[in-house]
C-alpha cells in the first residue's frame, strides 16, 4: 500500500514528465504555469487512491490522475477570469500575467488536453465508460459555477440549493477522481456507484470546512484573506443558515450586510463574524459537515474490499476535516 | 445517396431534438441562442458525407456530426470574445448579448458537450479513435487561434506560416469532420488519411476563397464588411504575396498601412485594394486556391469506393470555391 505521500509523489514524477512544452509557447506557457503553481494535487490523489483500493498497479491510472488535475486547473483559470481575482496561492492569476485571451484559449487548450490525457488510459475497453463518467462530472462543474454566480445575484438561496451548488461546482469532480482511478484498473461495477457517493459527501464536506476557515479559519495558516466570502456577499451555508436562525433587528442587520458593499469591509466582516459566533454558526457548520463525513465513510464501508485497502482514503478524510489551510 | 440539401435537413433535424433546453438557463440559453444562429452546417454535413462514402446508415453518423458543429461554435463564442468582436451573422456575438462571463462558462460547455456527443456514437469500438481523431484537431484549432494571434503582432510572418496556420485553425476541422463521420460507420483504416489529405486542403481552398471574398467580394452579397481584414492588419495570403511581389514606394506604402490603424479606414481599405489589384493578387490567390483544390481532388481519386459515392464531396468543393459569401 502506497501512503498519500506516496501517491502524490508518483503523480508529480508522471506531471513532470508531461509538462506542457510544446509550440507555440503563447499558448503552452500559461497551461505549464498554472499546472506548476504546486498545490495539494488533491484531485490526482483521490485518482490514485480509488485506484488503489482494487489494484496495485497504480500506473494505470496516472494518465486518469492527470486528466483530472488537468481540468481542475483549466477550470481554475477560466473562474479567476468570471471572479476578476488577480491573485492565487499568492502568485497572479493567468489572465493577470499573460492576458485575458491566453486565459480563455489556454483554459481551452487544457480542458481539450484532459480529454486526451482520458484517452490515453491503458484500459482501452474501459475508455467509454471514462469519458461518460468525465463528461457528466464536468458538465457539472460547469452548472456549479453557473449556480455560483446566479446566487451572488439572489436572496432567496435556501440551504439545500448552496449545498447541491457545491456538490456539483467541488464534490462532483472528487467523486469523479476516484471512479475514474478505480475504472482504469477494472474495478467491479457494484462499487462504483459506493465510491461516487463516499467521494461526492467528502467533497461537500471538504467545501463546508473551506467556507468554516474562510471566517474562522487562523489568519497565521489560512492562506487567503479570512473573511474573503463575507466580503465578497458569498452565501454559504454559514450565512444561510444564520439567516434562518436569526430574528428582528440582528437579522435585518445581517441580511443588509451580505447584500451591500460597504466601504469599511473590514467592518462588515467583523461585524457579520461576530453575529455568526454568536448564533454558534460554528457549531453549526460543524456538525453538518460530520454528517456528509459520515454519509462517505459508511458509503465506503459498502465497498467490497479488505479493510487495509481503505486506509488512505480514511486517513485523507480526517485530514482533509481538520486542516487548517 | 442524400443531396447536400437533404445532408442538411438531417443534421437540422437532429439538432432540433438535441436543443439545449437544460438548466440553468444562463448557461444554456447562450448555447441555445448560438447554435440557432444557423449558418451552412458546413462540417456536420461533411461528417455526413465523410460517412455516405462508406455507408447508407448516415443515422450512425450523425452524433459526430453534432459534435463538430457544437465544437465549431464553441470555438466562435471564444474567438468572438478574445476579437472583441460585437456581431456576427448580423446578430449580436454571445458576450455582447449576455456578458462575459457567459461567454466564457457556456462555450466551456459546448466544449464539454462536444465531447458528449463523441461518447454517444453509436459504434462503440470506434469511441478510443474518434477521441483520438477530435482530441488532435481541437488541439490544432487552438494551436492556429493562438498563431492568428501572434501574426497580428509579428511583421516577419512568411507565407507558408500562414498555409499552416489556417490548416490549424480552419481546415483540420474540416478534415476531421469527414474522417469522424466515416469512422462512425466503420471506414477502413487506408482510405482515412486520404479523406484526411483531401479535408485539410479542401479546407485551406475554402480559407483562401474567405480571404478572397473579404477584399474583392461583392458587397451586396458578402455578409460582412468588405476591407475587414485589410482594416484589421490580417496577414492573409493575398497581403503576405503582395508584400512578396511590391517594390520600392508600393511596398513600403502597403507595409505601412498593414502595420497602423490610420484614422481614414476607408481609404486605407481603397488604397490598399488598389495596390493589391495592381500586383495581380485576385489571380495569384485563385491559382494557390486551385492548387489546394487539385490536391484535394487528388486524395479523394485515391479513395476506394464507387465513384458515385464521391459526387456529392466534389459537388461541394465546386460550390465552396465559387461561393460568393
Known amino acids: 500500500m502506497q501512503t498519500i505521500e506516496q501517491l502524490r509523489g508518483l ?45 496495485s498497479r497504480l500506473h494505470a491510472a496516472l494518465p486518469v490522475a492527470m486528466a ?11 473562474d479567476d477570469i468570471m471572479d476578476e481575482a488577480p491573485l ?136 487567503k484573506k479570512v473573511g474573503g466570502d463575507i466580503a465578497q456577499n458569498k452565501k454559504t451555508f454559514l450565512i444561510l443558515k444564520a439567516l434562518e436562525l436569526a430574528q428582528g433587528e440582528t437579522r435585518d442587520k445581517l441580511a443588509g450586510y451580505m447584500s451591500t458593499n460597504p466601504e469599511d469591509e473590514a467592518q462588515k466582516i467583523r461585524e457579520v463574524t461576530a453575529i455568526l459566533r454568536q448564533l454558534h454558526i460554528p457549531e453549526w457548520a460543524e456538525k453538518m459537515k460530520e454528517q456528509f463525513q459520515e454519509t462517505a465513510l459508511a458509503a465506503l464501508a459498502g465497498i467490497a474490499v479488505p479493510e487495509e485497502r481503505k486506509a488512505p482514503l480514511r486517513e485523507m478524510s480526517l485530514r482533509l476535516m481538520q486542516r487548517e489551510s
Open 68 to 78: 483530472v488535475e488537468v481540468f481542475h486547473n483549466f477550470s481554475l483559470v477560466h
Open 11 to 55: 503523480f508529480e514524477e508522471y506531471l513532470e514528465a508531461n509538462a506542457f512544452t510544446q509550440q507555440p509557447k503563447e499558448l503552452y506557457a500559461p497551461m505549464a504555469y498554472v499546472m506548476g503553481m504546486g498545490g495539494k494535487r488533491l484531485r490526482p490523489v483521490f485518482a490514485l487512491m480509488g485506484a488503489q483500493l482494487f489494484s
Open 88 to 223: 492565487r496561492r499568492g502568485k497572479a492569476t493567468v489572465h493577470h500575467k499573460y492576458g485575458l485571451n491566453a486565459g480563455i484559449l489556454s483554459g481551452d487548450a487544457m480542458l481539450i488536453y484532459a480529454y486526451e490525457f482520458i484517452r490515453q488510459a491503458e484500459n482501452q475497453p474501459a475508455i467509454p465508460r471514462l469519458l461518460h463518467v468525465f463528461n457528466r462530472v464536468a458538465i457539472e462543474v460547469c452548472e456549479g459555477q453557473q449556480y455560483d454566480m446566479n446566487f451572488e445575484q439572489r436572496q432567496d438561496v435556501r440551504i439545500e440549493d448552496y449545498l447541491l451548488m457545491i456538490e456539483l461546482k467541488t464534490a462532483a469532480l472528487i467523486g469523479g477522481s476516484l471512479v475514474l482511478g478505480a475504472l482504469s484498473v477494472g474495478a467491479p461495477e457494484q462499487d462504483i456507484e459506493k465510491l461516487m457517493a463516499f467521494g461526492r459527501n467528502i467533497g461537500v464536506a471538504f467545501q463546508l470546512q473551506d467556507d468554516i476557515l474562510d471566517t474562522f479559519g487562523d489568519p497565521r495558516k489560512f492562506g
